[in-house]
């Protein structure tokens, strides 16, 4: 929604490559599809399950783009506000995990999904005053994030007043363990979150710059980052962009021994350097924000194998459950492919398996072939939803009692050549901590 702002204070060369309004008319297309009959969003197409924290989300979604002068239908957004409202009056609670001086602390607070509802209904102009004031007298519910939300709620409504008794005077950062599922918490999500609150309602605030700096250690830190951390900080920095055009500021950028000059003003910089130091010098008032991509692709062809925490294998069989060499196998061939993913924990939720197929071999889709017909397989788990494209196989599973778990599908041999087959990849969607990648080799199609 908001790209087109930021791409011409960032990079207006964005622009040339697509509309950004394309994307989010098709975003608006394929969630109003995702709508339930109580309102609320499924987790998945054509489910029948709906997350808290995704209807949510969704919704903010939509409001944010009717906003916009996009066109969301007025029946939607009704439907996802008393969908918001059945999550905000569950006044749901949960035993929350956080970090507390570098140890593991658990406390009872209120479900993070209510407090979000009760902030996207006051940006709908549909506050929850009586929830609202509940919580207000329930602070020992509330962690840091929740409060600015809270607070954010009353304020998008007019009552100023409960905004600031509610929000913390100092800055005070939300530090909860990373999930892989539920409301998908972590440190970035939960502090990127209070930065939006904070530039929606009190752009003044002197806590906003501590906020963006906290976020650029934390990404410095990290070395991984989910769709949430990714969302709620670039919305933080894109709105906070738009207030950087004031500066007045020059100097220079050194790589090496070459200089480039800054005179102000958004800059994009080519540089065909790499493995040297940069510095950046400047003159003047105001904040410079700058980012560094680096782009590339391995001499090597090499990628990460290893098993952190997740144990994904793949096999391969005839139709009598013979193991197959892929060294030789004959055009037209139809291959049986096990997957086996372990988890070291009992409970982890939106793990992504995906197996990408070697040019030469097709997907006998499985929902149109009934593989259990091949009586070596005598039992199979059921994924939460598969995602057949062109040249892969995508599976979305949970693990929440059995760490072991077994997928089958059919794939045909169609063209003759050699071809390389990349790893399989496991990991979990919410959480860098699970990760497993494994086998990767040339196969040979022949006649």
Request: overall charge positive.
């Amino acid at each position: 929604i908001y790209l087109r702002d930021i791409a011409l204070l960032m990079d207006p060369g964005i622009l040339e490559k697509g509309s950004p309004s394309y994307f989010v008319n098709e975003a608006i297309t394929k969630i109003i599809g995702m709508q339930m009959s109580n309102g609320a969003f499924s987790y998945w197409p054509g489910g029948d399950y709906a997350n808290d924290w995704s209807t949510v989300y969704a919704s903010h979604f939509l409001v944010e783009a009717k906003k916009a002068g996009y066109a969301v239908p007025d029946q939607t957004i009704a439907a996802a506000c008393q969908a918001m409202r059945n999550i905000a009056r569950a006044k749901t609670t949960y035993d929350y995990t956080y970090y507390e001086k570098n140890k593991i602390a658990v406390k009872r607070i209120a479900d993070k999904s209510t407090l979000y509802a009760l902030y996207v209904l006051a940006l709908a102009g549909k506050p929850e005053k009586s929830i609202m004031n509940y919580f207000r007298t329930s602070a020992a519910l509330l962690t840091t994030d929740t409060r600015y939300l809270l607070g954010g709620a009353f304020a998008l409504s007019g009552d100023r007043k409960a905004y600031l008794d509610i929000i913390p005077s100092q800055f005070s950062s939300e530090e909860p363990k990373r999930t892989s599922g539920y409301c998908y918490d972590s440190q970035i999500r939960a502090n990127a979150l209070i930065l939006n609150i904070l530039l929606e309602t009190d752009p003044n605030n002197p806590n906003i710059v501590r906020y963006m700096d906290y976020l650029s250690q934390a990404y410095k830190r990290d070395y991984w980052y989910s769709t949430q951390d990714n969302a709620f900080t670039l919305l933080g920095f894109g709105k906070m962009a738009r207030r950087a055009g004031s500066a007045n500021l020059k100097g220079t950028i050194t790589i090496g021994s070459k200089q480039y000059a800054y005179s102000g003003g958004n800059k994009k910089f080519q540089i065909d350097e790499f493995g040297k130091n940069m510095t950046i010098s400047l003159e003047g008032t105001g904040r410079l924000y700058y980012s560094m991509t680096i782009e590339g692709i391995r001499k090597d062809g090499k990628m990460r194998i290893e098993d952190k925490n997740l144990k994904v294998r793949r096999e391969f069989f005839d139709r009598q459950g013979n193991p197959v060499s892929l060294n030789g196998i004959k055009q037209n061939s139809l291959v049986i492919v096990k997957l086996s993913i372990h988890s070291d924990v009992d409970y982890l939720e939106n793990v992504a398996i995906t197996d990408l197929l070697p040019a030469g071999f097709e997907i006998e889709n499985p929902r149109l072939t009934e593989n259990t017909q091949y009586k070596f397989i005598t039992s199979e788990d059921t994924p939460a939803y598969i995602d057949i494209r062109d040249d892969r196989i995508n599976y979305y599973i949970n693990f929440s009692r059995d760490r072991q778990q077994t997928y089958y599908y059919l794939m045909r041999a169609v063209t003759q050549g050699e071809f390389v087959y990349a790893p399989i990849v496991a990991e979990a969607m919410y959480d860098g901590n699970y990760y497993s990648a494994s086998g990767g080799r040339k196969v040979k199609v022949i006649e």
